[in-house]
């Protein structure tokens, strides 16, 4: 019936309502504790209890509700992946592996993290905007720090000299 993205706040909830018959009301809806306002509006009570700005408290019957939007609701977090590239950026960080890490267990990190990133996995998924784009930069970031590490791989294995030649040839 009403949701928006799960609101966490509980307490006195600053809102503004605006009824069926076009009334709008501003003012705190008193939340029980232990319980957000999108369960107390979802809740089987038929009435919530309402404290106008100018105002007595009063109970508003939930069918006379259009809609309720909360105010003064923090700002989202910001989600900021970090670097996918430059000085600061940390192929063996991201993967979460020491520089000392064998082969195997870069691969096993990857793909550990690779599966739980991967675009596919939330496809479908209803996400806000800010949490999606955070998700595909992580993936970015992942297969960025491995390809860095590959290629740091293939570097250190062209310095190094032969370990086995075949004697009498020449």
């Known amino acids: 019936m009403f949701n928006r993205g799960g609101q966490q706040q509980q307490g006195p909830a600053s809102v503004e309502i605006v009824l069926e018959d ?7 809806v008193l939340v029980p504790p232990g319980r957000t306002l999108a369960e107390l509006l979802n809740g089987s009570t ?17 069918t006379a509700l259009h809609a309720v939007k909360p105010l003064n609701v923090p700002s989202k977090p910001d989600l900021w992946a970090g670097p996918t590239e430059g000085s600061s950026f940390d192929p063996y960080a991201v993967l979460g592996v020491k520089q000392s890490a064998s082969r195997d267990e870069v691969r096993d990190a990857y793909l550990a993290l690779a599966k739980i990133y991967h675009p596919d996995r939330y496809a479908t ?10 998700l595909s930069v992580m ?14 791989q293939k570097k250190q294995a062209a310095r190094q000299e032969p370990v086995f030649t075949k004697a009498g040839q020449g």
């Open 22 to 28: 076009g009334h709008e009301l501003q003012g705190t």
């Open 46 to 62: 038929s009435f919530i209890e309402f404290q106008p700005l100018d105002g007595e408290r009063m109970f508003v019957a939930k």
């Open 125 to 134: 998924a209803e996400l806000p905007s800010e949490v999606r784009e955070y």
């Open 139 to 152: 993936a970015r970031r992942i297969n960025a720090a491995y390809d860095v590490w590959q290629a740091s």
